[in-house]
């Protein structure tokens, strides 16, 4: 088993390393020299932890350190199944890497209490288990307030993370230290994934538009809504359109982003023009720059034709026939051996001085969730009149985007990675959206975020 896993890792990493070079427009980009340097140096400086792999959790762990070396939210390993996790009954969250390591949910963990501070784990120090655990596979250190949703990882450990699950750890709490001795037992991925959520600080609601309290939240958690989803946003949308009178006259609106990581920027164009208007949005976008670069490959031509059926069953037709006439522009620049295939797409007007319909400020509720296809969304309510960011820094993208995904000779994992670079947008690379009005601190709740919301001036 020991040869086994070494040797998919190797595979599987070294085959990263190809898909990259070969598909992603970073290697080609003379703006970003620093990319090539990691996709040789990071391989190269992991093959030696590929090859010493003995487990599954020795595995995921070169993919993910590689993957995250880049600082490319869009490039990132995707395992095809969750990998057992175990866990001692408790989280910690830090909001900042020099932060101390604060207990912020417990469940059935004898002598451990909320707001206890974690300082030693085992014989290791927590800075150790920190970037092991955290930093080195899953932390942009670009975008560091990223890290309230990542770091409750550290006390989670993987089947074969045996040195990882530690016998005890040390405490300092409202009485001195304590050393406690861990239990470590299973959790299931959906769990997991409910107690990070919690832990996070940062309550994901489901999709909709909803009068609660006397504040209308307008609830877009995710914008990837392919196939049979598509239905479920094209509903929001047209109950938008129904309560229009009655969030133009409503003395407090949101729009809730809490847990959008992205995914089709068309919905939010959508979304907007509901309630501004298409001459509105229209006008807001032709005020920016988006010339892109596509990188040139079979691969990439294959995705483009792919993106175009999953765009027309949306509903969005223009951007399924402007996919299809990339694929057939990309199909002759392959033929013409060139690396990377302009789309010019300059302004064609500028910023528009528009008048809000709405009677009151609308805030834009936004927080560390919010990447890609959502930033893009903020690009545009940003430059909509009578909006209001409020809340807590978002995400931060690097201008590379639009993602492709390619399988791991391994049969355990797919590669996601972008296929443009943007040569000219407003917002920069790594550059998150700051909040207007700063969220006070504790769990975004529906009902903390609307107590809030009421109270503002």
Sequence with gaps: MATEWSSVAASDLWMMHDLIRDNHPGPVNAEDPSFGHWLQAGAETLSAQARAARTEHDYRLVLLTYANGFADGHLEVRFNAPEQKFWPGFLTRMDAVDDPARVVLVDRAPGI?????????????????????????????????????????????????????????????????????????????????????????????????????????????????????????QDLIVSLRAHAPELYRAPRVVFDLRGNCGGDSKWGDDIAEALWGAASVEAVKASFDATVDWRVSQRNR????????????????????????????????????????????????????????????????????????????????????????????????????????????????????????YRNRARGADVAYQPQIAWPGGTMTDESVVRWINGLP
């Design 302 to 421: 294959d995705a483009l034709l792919s993106n175009a059926v999953v765009m027309s069953l949306a509903g969005h037709s223009d951007s399924a026939a402007r996919s299809e006439g990339l694929a057939r522009r990309m199909e002759q620049a392959l033929a013409a051996n060139v690396a990377l295939m302009r789309e010019a797409d300059p302004p064609t007007g500028k910023p528009p001085n528009l008048i809000s319909p709405f009677a009151h400020t609308v805030y834009v509720l936004t927080g560390p969730h919010c990447a890609s296809a959502c930033l893009d969304f903020l690009d545009l309510l940003d430059r909509l009149p009578g909006t209001t960011r409020a809340g807590l820094p978002t995400y931060a993208d690097t201008n590379y985007l639009e993602t492709a995904f390619a399988p791991l000779p391994g049969g355990l994992a797919r590669l996601a990675y972008p296929m443009k670079v």
């Design 113 to 233: 209490s909320p707001g206890d501070v974690l300082v030693s784990w085992g014989t290791d120090s927590v800075c150790d288990l920190l970037a092991a655990r955290v930093l080195r596979p899953h932390f942009n250190p670009k975008v560091p307030h990223r890290l309230r949703l990542v770091s409750s990882w550290l006390t989670v450990a993987s089947a074969g993370d045996v040195a990882g699950q530690a016998a005890s750890c040390r405490f300092q709490t409202d009485t001195g230290l304590r050393t406690v001795e861990l239990h470590w037992r299973p959790i299931d991925a959906v769990t997991l994934s409910h107690c990070l959520a919690k832990a996070s600080g940062i309550e994901v609601p489901a999709p909709g538009v909803r009068n609660f309290r006397g504040t209308w939240m307008i609830s877009l958690p995710t914008f990837n809504c392919r196939g049979a989803h598509a239905a479920q946003m």
